[in-house]
């Protein structure tokens, strides 16, 4: 470590400490699980840039020493998408809650996903709008109770490794807060990645989903991660089809890049100005 150039404190502004996040939020493992990915890649922090939407997952933008835009709900694609058009060697990472990545941003997410640019789009699934009150997202899931479902929800939810891959995203990956070492290998593969990358990250919120729905403390939903889900083709699935897989769904390096196709449609434009 004495030899890196870069540092966790490098990629941190710890002035902006203590975090806002609710006692046991998931939130601050993922933001720990990232700053040693990109410390681990050794990125230049003036060559990185985050944006975020609205929500407790985008104040994590706050908490990085890069170049940051904490922008408008649903909205941080798009500003990334612009980011990347105008500065195509720039890192970017998008953090995400569920609502904010797939509610009203769900648009942006598709088309991010379509065009193939080399965005990487962090989604901290914790099933439930957790700064607003806990109302339910389109990924909180069929028979859930939240503020807005006080008897339950009867909308099903968004399987995000399924929907990334439909929409053409060419990384897709799956962990949980749980498995924080293996969501450090998957965002550096991400980031590392020239394409719409994807990591979906299982994040608890013990404050409003577990509460509501007696799943018990942070530490009891962290478990549930580690029970829950299993590597992707384990032998468990056998036995038991609900477990959720883990793992690199999609990792496809043949794919165009939307800002080198870009440059190349520039490129043929100026020749026939010329």
């Given at each position: 470590?004495?030899?890196k150039?870069?540092?966790?404190?490098?990629?941190?502004?710890?002035?902006?400490?203590?975090?806002?996040?609710?006692?046991?939020?998931?939130?601050?493992?993922?933001?720990?699980?990232?700053?040693?990915?990109?410390?681990?890649?050794?990125?230049?922090p003036?060559?990185?840039?985050?944006?975020?939407?609205i929500?407790?997952?985008?104040?994590?933008?706050?908490?990085?020493?890069?170049?940051?835009?904490?922008?408008?709900?649903?909205?941080?694609?798009?500003?990334?998408?612009?980011?990347?058009?105008?500065?195509?060697?720039?890192?970017l990472?998008?953090?995400?809650?569920?609502?904010?990545?797939?509610?009203?941003?769900?648009?942006?997410?598709?088309?991010?996903?379509?065009?193939?640019?080399?965005?990487?789009?962090?989604?901290?699934?914790?099933?439930?709008?957790?700064?607003?009150?806990?109302?339910?997202?389109?990924?909180?899931?069929?028979?859930?109770?939240?503020?807005?479902?006080?008897?339950?929800?009867?909308?099903?939810?968004?399987?995000?490794?399924?929907l990334?891959?439909?929409?053409?995203?060419?990384?897709?990956?799956?962990?949980?807060?749980?498995?924080?070492t293996?969501?450090?290998?998957?965002?550096?593969?991400?980031?590392?990645?020239?394409?719409?990358?994807?990591?979906?990250?299982f994040?608890?919120?013990?404050?409003?989903?577990?509460?509501?729905n007696?799943?018990?403390?942070?530490?009891?939903?962290?478990?549930?991660?580690?029970?829950?889900?299993?590597?992707i083709?384990?032998?468990?699935?056998?036995?038991?089809?609900?477990?959720i897989?883990r793992?690199?769904?999609?990792?496809?390096?043949?794919?165009?890049?939307?800002?080198?196709?870009y440059?190349?449609?520039?490129q043929?434009?100026s020749?026939?100005?010329?």
């Amino acid at each position: 470590m004495a030899n890196k150039k870069y540092n966790v404190k490098n990629y941190l502004r710890e002035r902006f400490f203590p975090h806002i996040w609710c006692p046991g939020c998931g939130h601050g493992i993922v933001l720990g699980s990232l700053l040693r990915a990109v410390e681990e890649l050794e990125l230049d922090p003036t060559n990185t840039v985050m944006t975020s939407g609205i929500g407790c997952s985008a104040r994590i933008s706050g908490y990085v020493n890069f170049h940051s835009l904490h922008t408008i709900h649903g909205r941080a694609l798009a500003f990334a998408t612009g980011v990347k058009l105008a500065k195509p060697k720039l890192n970017l990472i998008v953090p995400m809650g569920d609502g904010d990545a797939l509610a009203i941003g769900g648009n942006h997410f598709i088309h991010a996903a379509r065009r193939n640019i080399d965005i990487t789009a962090i989604v901290m699934n914790n099933k439930i709008y957790g700064m607003t009150g806990g109302q339910f997202s389109p990924l909180t899931g069929y028979g859930q109770k939240a503020t807005t479902a006080p008897y339950s929800t009867i909308d099903n939810e968004f399987d995000v490794v399924k929907l990334s891959k439909a929409a053409g995203a060419s990384f897709v990956a799956r962990s949980t807060t749980f498995h924080a070492t293996e969501s450090i290998d998957f965002i550096k593969r991400a980031i590392s990645h020239k394409g719409f990358s994807v990591v979906e990250i299982f994040s608890q919120c013990p404050t409003h989903y577990g509460r509501k729905n007696k799943k018990g403390d942070a530490a009891n939903m962290m478990e549930n991660y580690k029970n829950s889900t299993v590597p992707i083709g384990s032998k468990k699935l056998e036995k038991d089809p609900s477990l959720i897989e883990r793992g690199v769904f999609v990792d496809n390096d043949q794919a165009p890049e939307y800002c080198d196709e870009y440059e190349k449609i520039i490129q043929v434009a100026s020749k026939g100005r010329a």
